[in-house]
Nanobody, 124 residues
């Protein structure tokens, strides 16, 4: 079992920025995704990046505000979040997809390993 470790969450005012990081233990490189879960809601896909980093995909509600990136030398994945809104408040999770395909998968059912989550709170 691979335990991913997220960091970088916190409290920020609307319009502010946060950068989340996810460390992947070991040397294996996976396609990665970020998900979030707000109170009383299901876990939703935010964005993902393929193993090579050549392909990224972001959910419509965060396009132009959030950017996912990776550093394969350090085996880390980041989510830069700008222009944050109160509706972005949630627990954010990173997840690893073991598939070797060249696409980003958006369903949580395809992801094999998860982090413990980090809280992001955006005040109005």
């Amino acid at each position: 079992q691979v335990q991913l470790v997220e960091s970088g969450g916190g409290l920020v005012q609307a319009g502010g920025s946060l950068r989340l990081s996810c460390a992947v233990p070991g040397r294996s490189v996976y396609s990665m995704g970020w998900f979030r879960q707000a109170p009383g809601k299901g876990r939703e896909f935010v964005g993902g990046i393929t193993r090579s980093g050549r392909t990224t995909y972001h959910q419509d509600s965060v396009k132009g505000r959030f950017t996912i990136s990776r550093d394969n030398a350090k085996n880390t994945v980041s989510l830069q979040m700008n222009s944050l809104k109160p509706e972005d408040t949630a627990v954010y999770y990173c997840a690893a997809d073991r598939s070797l395909g060249p696409v980003v998968r958006t369903s949580r059912t395809f992801y094999d390993y998860w982090g413990q989550g980090t809280q992001v709170t955006v005040s109005s």
